[in-house]
């Protein structure tokens, strides 16, 4: 997931906002930022700029990741590229 975002976003910027761990699990609530300068979803570069919320959940086990969840906000993600109006 992030080799993608990296490639379509190369500033791609995570700030964490909260940070949770509780039994095996910990939880993200994060900031992104980035420019777009690939493709990405279908969509051509577009050099605009985003900035959106995601939550990310993780298992561990023995010390390693071993199921990931993620909530993100892919319609402001379009919206910002400009695929879904304003």
């Known amino acids: 997931m992030f080799a993608r975002l990296h490639r ?3 500033d791609l910027h995570v700030t964490i906002e909260d940070l949770i761990a509780e039994g095996d699990k ?17 969509l051509p570069p577009t ?3 985003i ?5 990310m959940i993780f298992r561990f086990v023995n010390g ?8 993100v906000d892919v319609f402001s993600q379009l919206r910002q590229l400009g695929v879904i109006p304003a």
Do not use: K
């Not at 900035?51 to 939550?55: A, D, F, L, N, V």
């Not at 390693?64 to 993620?70: F, K, L």
């Open 26 to 42: 910990v939880v993200g609530r994060n900031l992104v930022t980035g420019t777009h300068q690939g493709e990405y979803m279908g």
């Open 51 to 55: 900035t959106y919320s995601e939550i």
């Open 47 to 49: 050099a605009r700029s």
């Open 8 to 10: 379509a976003f190369p």
């Open 64 to 71: 390693r990741i071993a199921e990931t969840w993620g909530v």
